[in-house]
Nanobody, 120 residues
Framework: QVQLVESGGGLVQAGGSLRLSCAAS????????MGWYRQTPGKQREFVAA???????NYADSVQGRFTISRDNAKNTVYLQMNSLKPEDTALYYC??????????????WGQGTQVTVSS
């Protein structure tokens, strides 16, 4: 019942920046946390960053200090500011949300992904 739409992906040179956005929509839901994962061919989907509605953040070691996650609870939107991008950051980035619906707790939803490509 929660749909996630990502945007902001694209092609950027190494050292450049990109800002991803993910908007959640639907009805009768309450977001607990939102985050970002990424996946490349032949690899498992890996955690990138997450943030709770209270503002507590968590980052993967590989992006610590370069990426910043933020949110606008009123808009049910999460952002990922990606600075000092490296070719290793190239991946399909997925937005994730953990939410409650009516009396039911602990649902998970995924976006369709947005491609980030970093050239050397």
């Amino acid at each position: 019942q929660v749909q996630l739409v990502e945007s902001g992906g694209g092609l950027v040179q190494a050292g450049g920046s990109l800002r991803l956005s993910c908007a959640a929509s639907g009805s009768d839901f309450s977001i607990n946390a939102m985050g970002w994962y990424r996946q490349t061919p032949g690899k498992q989907r890996e955690f990138v960053a997450a943030i709770t509605t209270s503002g507590i953040t968590n980052y993967a070691d590989s992006v610590q200090g370069r990426f910043t996650i933020s949110r606008d609870n009123a808009k049910n939107t999460v952002y990922l500011q990606m600075n000092s991008l490296k070719p290793e950051d190239t991946a399909l980035y997925y937005c994730n949300a953990n939410y409650d619906r009516r009396w039911m707790k602990g649902f998970t939803s995924w976006g369709q992904g947005t491609q980030v490509t970093v050239s050397s």
